[in-house]
């Protein structure tokens, strides 16, 4: 059984940076694609990015030259560094796998950015 916790949201200002992180427990994680998540209030959850078990990425046209994914299999976590934040990023952030899996669903993370 896998479990993912989100961790590194908080407050920042437009145009900062955050790096969040997701960290699994479970020997499988390294097989499985990847991939960050966010929902903001009012809004259905979207993708904002994925990553394969072997580090090919894609992400969201909206965070794209902004956000970057990346995972370290050996210690069974995936980040997602954000730069040039806009207010519209603000959102509660989540991983999951990608497809995402129903049960693996945590509480996420909150970013907010506001000045």
């Known amino acids: 059984q896998v479990q993912l916790v989100e961790s590194g949201g908080g407050l920042v200002q437009p145009g900062g940076s955050l790096r969040l992180s997701c960290a699994a427990a479970g020997s499988i994680f390294r097989i499985y694609t990847m991939g960050w998540y966010r929902q903001a209030p009012g809004k259905q959850r979207e993708l904002v990015a994925h990553?394969?078990?072997?580090?090919?990425?894609n992400s969201a046209d909206s965070v794209k030259g902004r956000f970057t994914i990346s995972r370290d299999n050996a210690k069974n976590t995936v980040y997602l560094q954000m730069n040039s934040l806009k207010p519209e990023d603000t959102a509660v952030y989540y991983c999951?796998?990608?497809?995402?899996?129903?049960?693996?669903w945590g509480q996420g993370t909150q970013v907010t950015v506001s000045s």
């Open positions: 990553i394969t078990s072997g580090g090919r990425t």
């Open positions: 999951n796998f990608y497809p995402p899996n129903l049960g693996y």
